[in-house]
């Protein structure tokens, strides 16, 4: 079917943005070059650099609105039911098919590639990804402890604890060319986490 005559183009800045996430993961970020994306975008190299200054301000770019979108998705994810063991399921379930994802295991191997000569890509990554998501179980870890179904004295401390204890050694798995969980091993991670945490946070824990 032909296309509409009168149908918008995606806005410059999409166009720029799509051709250096198809180059870097293809070619490798430290093998393209601006000539090329700005090619693949069908734009001048001039209006790649008016739009984001240099290559690495692209790169920058790109890794902050992945970890902006994981973000997202994981943090809709959290909402209280009234079954916390349920909410903390689901949550772990989209945390972790997020985090073991083909597409964000590239993406974080190339930022923490940068991240030594340029940090302000992991600060970045951080206050649009984990940050983001740390908040949101924050704040739901203090709906429930108010609504009574938990005990969190530092609910953001208790955040921290369930989040660390989702992701365990998975970077450390990825780093060492491992393979990672499939979608069993992540069921059996999710329900280990949600048992040691509602151990120590639940009220019959805490004999309240």
Known sequence: MAKKANQKKPPTQELILAAAIKLFLEQGYRESNLDDVAKVAGVTKPTVYSHFGSKHGLLLAIVQQHA??????????????????????????????????????????????????????????????PAR???????????????????????????EAFIGMLVGIQPIRDCAGKPMPGKAKQEKICQSAVKMFLAAYGLEATGN
């Open 68 to 129: 902006e979108g994981n973000a997202q998705r994981i943090s809709t994810s959290l909402q209280s039911s009234g079954d916390t063991e349920a909410d903390l399921l689901q949550f772990g379930h989209v945390f972790l098919s997020r985090l073991l994802s083909r597409d964000a295991m590239r993406w974080r191997r190339l930022a923490l590639s940068e991240t030594i000569d340029h940090p302000e890509i992991g600060k970045a990554i951080y206050a649009a990804g």
């Open 133 to 159: 998501v740390i908040k949101a179980m924050t704040n739901y870890l203090k709906q429930e402890t108010l609504a009574g179904r938990l005990c969190c004295e530092d609910p953001a401390m208790a955040a």
